[in-house]
């Protein structure tokens, strides 16, 4: 089993800035490809942005790109989303999700076997 913790949420202003992190235990195995989702109220959940095991290759979403960065630390098991200039339309619930034993970038939810219980970001105009 995989445990993954998701945290960073909360409250913030239109055109601040948050990262929110995921660490991950358990039996992740020597690799795992992770992503972040979000779902907003009323909405389905949505793929922001994916990252491969070395980081050489990473996704965002078009809404995202240019404004969230994808990174991790494999030494500590942590995957982080760097959020700057966060619009209103960004507030969700952001979920974390990992695939272990996979080395390239996962786009597709249902790929994904583990979740964590996701954080809250709100932004307010």
């Known amino acids: 089993q995989v445990q993954l913790v998701e945290s960073g949420g909360g409250l913030v202003q239109a055109g601040d800035s948050l990262r929110l992190s995921c660490a991950a235990s358990g039996r992740t195995g020597s690799w795992y490809a992770a992503g972040w989702f979000r779902r907003a109220p009323g909405k389905e959940r949505e793929l922001v942005s994916a990252?491969?095991?070395?980081?050489?290759?990473?996704y965002y979403s078009d809404s995202v790109k240019g404004r969230f960065t994808i990174s991790r630390d494999n030494a500590r098991n942590t995957v982080y989303l760097q959020m700057n200039s966060l619009k209103p339309e960004d507030t969700a619930v952001y979920y974390c999700a990992a695939r272990p034993q996979n080395v390239g970038v996962i786009t597709t939810s249902t790929e994904y076997p583990y979740w964590g219980q996701g954080t809250q970001v709100t932004v307010s105009s």
């Open positions: 990252i491969n095991w070395s980081s050489s290759s990473t």
